[in-house]
């Protein structure tokens, strides 16, 4: 192989690594807090709100009911808007960012679901507001949770990048389509192939082992 | 300390409202150990809940320590709660806290700086003989150890008042005891004022002072330990007090128990024995005396924590005379007579 070739998988890998990193990093920033919203905000729970648990819940579902690649499409507008650009790299990191939101948000709610009532109940009991049970409890408690549906957004973030990657997101995906595919190079082919599922199993391996760490069940 | 007046709890609205406490009044004293027991359902939980509001009731009043929680807000509440302590049946500890820090948490609460928080733990861990075990995590405790640790975390604010969620029912009777044991400790030297809840009379047997009977939201009964082991006042208490003494006549006997007396029948009475009347040979007196012979189906003798207790199903044998003169006997000795029935004399 040529070292230009060479040169390009490197950068296509470096490219899906900080693609799949700012945009799981935001989505992250984001997605935990709107989880944490979606879950308190439930009838019953420490911050009850049933008009604003809907709504969230709505705007919720609208994120994760458009598939990727309309998504990706749909909001170029905004994507200029915010990125400058519709292609490349910057430009792939606000779709990518705008879908995982609202899957890491699930995902949260959905840890923070598995917390037995009767720990929020004891902190009540002690006297705790409903920051200081979010804070002191909810998260820590759900801590493993929240590692395992990050490591599942990671990992799904690198299949979008991928597909980005089809529509001039470069990286791997753009790599595997153009020389892979439209070139017909199936040795390029093989290794974008390698690199994605050493990636994810690298991703997996460390979200696991962090979630081993978190918890003490 | 603990005033409860008149409280009400309905869940839902309509016809299909559930009313789940209806009027209760009880009266917790400073420094007592007040049990309430009764069946699952009966509600148990929603009361002891009312106390700290963790449930609000829907009327009336609760009172801890001279203050209407009802009333407060929920900034104050929060306040008031710093001085109610509370343990749950299944422990409610932090798998991802330390045992340390779970007994921390409710001083984090607190805002109380690290090196106060210190001072308070280690005492308290020492209290409830934990102290090695300050830096495993819940999953590594056995039960007991679980309870213990949720003590000393209600323990840490310096509450007034201990309430017990059915905080023994998920352990086994050897562990029951030493926390039993441990909690009759707080209350005597902190003189902590502590409310439990419970379906075991077990409990109630071992360490509270004066017991409550719940039934379908109401409380039916309510009595010092000693005299509702000795005679409880309603059927139900005779129930919980029959099912846990397992002092019941025989099988064959119960089939042939009327409830008047015919002219060839002989009382079968529930005697309860309480104070110097179980040392005296009350029995081999009577039979002498009054010329009825005693017949006994079941006994024993129960202690009742510093008290003792004897209790008797016997038959007496004689003349319709000779009988009610051996029950005046008997009752003239301080006995607690019930009679259960007569039995038709054998052919």
Known sequence: MSSAMLNLIIKATLDTLYMVGVSGLIAALLGVPLGVLLYVTRPGQVLAQPVVSRILGIVTNIGRSVPFIILMVAIIPFTRMIAGTSIGINAAVVPLTIAAIPFVARLVEGALNEVPPGLVEAAQSMGATPYQIIIKVLLPEARGGIITGLTITVVTLVSYSAMAGAVGGGGLGDLGIRYGYNRFDPMIMLITVAILVVMVQGFQTLGDHLVRKADHK | ?347
């Open chain 2, 1 to 347: 300390m603990i005033r409860l007046s008149n409280v009400s709890k309905t869940y839902g609205s309509g016809p299909s409202a559930v009313s789940a406490l209806k009027n209760v009044d009880l009266h917790v004293p400073h420094g007592s150990i007040h049990g309430v027991i009764g069946l699952s359902g009966a509600g148990k939980s929603t009361l002891i809940r009312c106390v700290n509001m963790l449930e609000r009731p829907s009327a009336g009043r609760v009172e801890v320590d001279g203050q209407d929680l009802t009333a407060l807000p929920n900034d104050r509440l929060n306040q008031a709660r710093h001085r109610i302590g509370m343990i749950f049946q299944h422990f409610n500890l932090l798998a991802s806290r330390t045992v340390y820090r779970n007994v921390a948490l409710p001083l984090e609460l607190m805002h109380m700086k690290s090196a106060a928080i210190r001072e308070r733990v280690e005492p308290l861990l020492e209290l409830v003989g934990l102290t090695d075990k300050a830096d495993q995590y819940p999953a590594q405790l056995s039960g007991g150890q679980k309870q213990r640790v949720a003590i000393a975390r209600a323990l840490a604010s310096r509450p007034k008042v201990l309430l017990c969620d059915e905080a023994t029912s998920a352990l086994d009777p050897q562990t029951t005891r030493s926390i039993l044991e441990l909690l009759q400790d707080i209350n005597r030297k902190l003189g902590l004022t502590i409310l439990l809840i419970t379906h075991e009379m077990e409990v109630v047997k071992s360490i509270c002072h004066r017991v409550g009977l719940i039934s379908d939201g109401e409380l039916v009964e309510e009595a010092d330990v000693g005299d509702f082991f000795t005679a409880p006042a309603t059927r139900l208490g005779r129930e919980f007090l029959n099912a846990f003494l397992q002092l019941e006549p025989p099988k064959g006997l119960i089939d042939r128990l009327e409830e008047t007396p015919g002219p060839r029948t002989h009382p079968v009475v529930r005697l309860a024995f309480r104070g110097d009347a179980v040392s005296t040979p009350l029995i081999s007196r009577l039979a002498r005396e009054s010329g009825v012979d005693v017949s006994i189906l079941q006994a024993k003798v129960e202690s009742i924590q510093d008290r003792t207790l004897g209790l008797m199903i016997a038959e007496l044998i004689g003349t319709a005379d000779k009988t009610d003169e051996a029950l005046a006997y008997l009752e003239r000795h301080d006995l607690h007579v019930e009679v259960l029935g007569h039995v038709q004399r054998d052919a």
